[in-house]
């Protein structure tokens, strides 16, 4: 309210939301290399959790989810020093399931593989997520999304497009169940046409 004169560029419609009367210029949605990742048309039948483990991330969703639907899940994550009690209490215990397999935090350089061979990518989180990158590298990579609808992410996911939108934990299990309606190269080209680096920067220009 104090500084009008500021113009501002938001990464989602849903990150204004805690701040409705900012001048907002525009909204320009995160972009990456189209090159960065390829293309990948077939997995190798895993679930994958790609991020932070955190209470907000909620991995022990994804954990659930993949129990019940019963597919392996391999979790790429890493624990920062405020979410160690988190990890210790909360998640080490689950990962005694033999369909569980934690990997811990990947480089860059391995995320395309990681992704690209996965059936799907798990996003249930629970918090007003600003934009979520990993789910545009999902897509990059061909690999179809099952979120919940927190912040960004009926923004980012067409819903029995390029992923699900979920509510519950039975929602995303039946979703998984559903993932060979999803097509891959409609996942790749959603994100050609929508969430590559140039036009992220050209919007930028504008």
């Given at each position: 309210r104090r500084w009008r004169q500021y113009p501002l560029v938001s990464i989602s419609n849903a990150q204004r939301?805690?701040?409705p009367r900012a001048n907002w210029l525009a909204t320009v949605h995160h972009g990456i290399p189209m090159d960065r990742?390829?293309?990948?048309?077939a997995s190798e039948g895993y679930l994958a959790f790609l991020g932070r483990i955190s209470p907000e991330k909620q991995p022990d969703c994804a954990i659930e989810i993949a129990r019940r639907a019963g597919m392996p899940l391999k979790i790429a994550a890493k624990v920062d020093p405020v979410d160690q009690t988190y990890f210790d209490r909360t998640i080490a215990?689950?990962?005694?399931?033999?369909?569980?397999?934690?990997?811990?935090?990947?480089?860059?350089?391995?995320?395309?593989?990681?992704?690209?061979?996965?059936?799907a990518l798990l996003f249930p989180i629970d918090w007003p997520e600003p934009f979520g990158l990993v789910m545009i590298e999902a897509m990059a990579c061909g690999l179809p999304v099952i979120a919940f609808p927190g912040g960004s992410v009926c923004e980012i996911i067409d819903d029995g497009v390029?992923?699900?939108?979920?509510?519950?934990?039975?929602?995303?299990?039946?979703?998984v169940r559903r993932l060979d309606t999803i097509d891959r190269r409609t996942c790749r080209q959603t994100f050609e046409r929508r969430f590559t680096a140039r036009r992220m920067a050209s919007q930028y220009v504008d």
């Open positions: 939301r805690p701040l990742f390829g293309f990948s048309s215990p689950l990962l005694a399931n033999p369909l569980v397999e934690f990997i811990g935090e990947i480089p860059e350089r391995n995320k395309n593989a990681f992704l690209g061979q996965a059936k390029t992923g699900f939108i979920v509510d519950t934990i039975e929602d995303a299990v039946d979703a």
